[in-house]
């Protein structure tokens, strides 16, 4: 298990989370995708922690609470220390009927934090998320609200999810004008089927130093392979996240290439291919087994080749979009000279 620094901080995370939204008995469309109770929560949680994982995720909304009780209870049970272990949490999506019952207000921030430090069973939260963007609140609201938590000890760092770049970067810039405390990750989907993220988030992430935290990198389970012959699984009833299965299909053909070379299966070429992205800090693993579990480690070791990198790269592209395409045409002589130190045979309006 590899570590890296999260952000522009000195907090080392292991290259893969435990993601815990199964934890605990979700009721509604969710509750496929959960289910895992106490004993076998502990299961996972010590084989990961063996494994070299120090890092968890979770969030308030998982199971109504529940998740976050039974890592609390599973990290006293197993007697690992606390320091040893990187807790994140996250608040926004609504935990009530009431219309300051989720959001990003000093109220509704102040109500959460308290609720998730019980239900953890700590006295502190490593990284404190917001779990989705809230227009109603300003965003100086939310950052001065963070800025106390983190200054006050309750949170020792700050993060986002499911943000678009235009309010990351204005979020970003206001935290730098006012002096306060930064965002220094984002968690969001990455997988070799879904790489909307690459068009504006990741560009960003790269040039403001924020680590990438990575959910549903197997797109629901779509990337293990399991769909093309079945019909049953979590993804029959939450399709989630979207697949473009006409584009799926052939990315899934060569995966079996790569997979048959490395002796290995494609969930572990999935992740492999995320823990080559250098914006990725660490991929959040969703399981509900612990076999699962011992699959996703296999990525730890496995090497892609740059022909194994260019050939996922290729089955995967995005489609050019503007002004993506027109930045690339505009760029290119730019940045072959910045790359390779030479002058360009041929540029626009030379003579």
């Known amino acids: 298990m590899r570590y890296n620094l999260l952000g522009r901080t000195g907090l080392f995370v292991s290259e893969m989370c435990l993601g815990t939204m199964t ?31 120090n890092f968890i995720d979770t969030a308030n909304v998982y199971a109504g609470g529940q998740s976050e009780e039974i890592v609390g209870r599973a990290l006293s049970s197993l007697g690992i220390a606390r320091k040893d272990v990187v807790l994140s949490t996250k608040f926004e999506h609504g935990t009530g009927a009431g219309p300051n019952d989720g959001g990003a207000s ?15 069973g700590t006295d502190y939260i490593d990284l404190y998320q917001l779990h989705g963007f809230d227009p109603a609140t300003p965003v100086e609201e939310t950052l001065r609200t963070l800025d106390d938590l983190v200054r006050q000890g309750l949170v020792r760092y700050i993060g986002v999810s499911n943000w678009a770049a235009w309010q990351l970067a204005t979020a970003l810039g206001d935290a730098r ?9 984002y968690q969001g989907y990455y997988s070799l089927v879904g790489r909307d993220v690459e068009r504006e988030i990741v560009p960003l992430l790269e040039a403001e130093g924020l680590g990438l935290m990575v959910f549903s990198p197997l797109a629901g389970g779509y990337l293990t392979g399991k769909y093309r012959k079945s019909d049953e699984g979590r993804r029959v009833t939450v399709p989630f996240p979207p697949v473009n299965e ?23 070429i999935s992740l492999a291919w995320l823990l080559h992205q250098k914006v990725v800090a660490s991929v959040i693993l969703g399981l509900k087994r612990l076999d699962q579990l011992e699959d996703n480690l296999k990525a730890a070791e496995v090497a892609l080749s740059e022909d194994d990198l260019a050939a996922l790269n290729a089955a995967s592209a995005l489609a050019p979009e503007y002004p993506s395409w027109m930045m690339a045409s505009g760029e290119g002589a730019r ?3 910045m790359e390779t130190g030479r002058m360009p045979e041929a540029q626009w309006g030379a003579k």
């Open 23 to 53: 934890f605990g008995q979700s009721g509604g469309p969710y509750a496929a995708a959960s289910g895992v109770m106490q004993d076998d929560a502990e299961a996972i949680l010590r084989r990961a922690f063996d494994a070299g994982i």
């Open 106 to 120: 000093r109220q509704h921030i102040l109500h959460e934090v308290h609720g998730s430090l019980k239900r953890l």
């Open 246 to 268: 006409a584009r799926g299909a052939p990315l899934l053909d060569v995966m079996d290439d790569i997979a048959a070379r490395h002796h290995t299966t494609l969930a572990a």
């Open 177 to 185: 004008r006012l002096g306060l405390e930064r965002f220094q990750s």
């Open 335 to 337: 940045r072959s000279l």
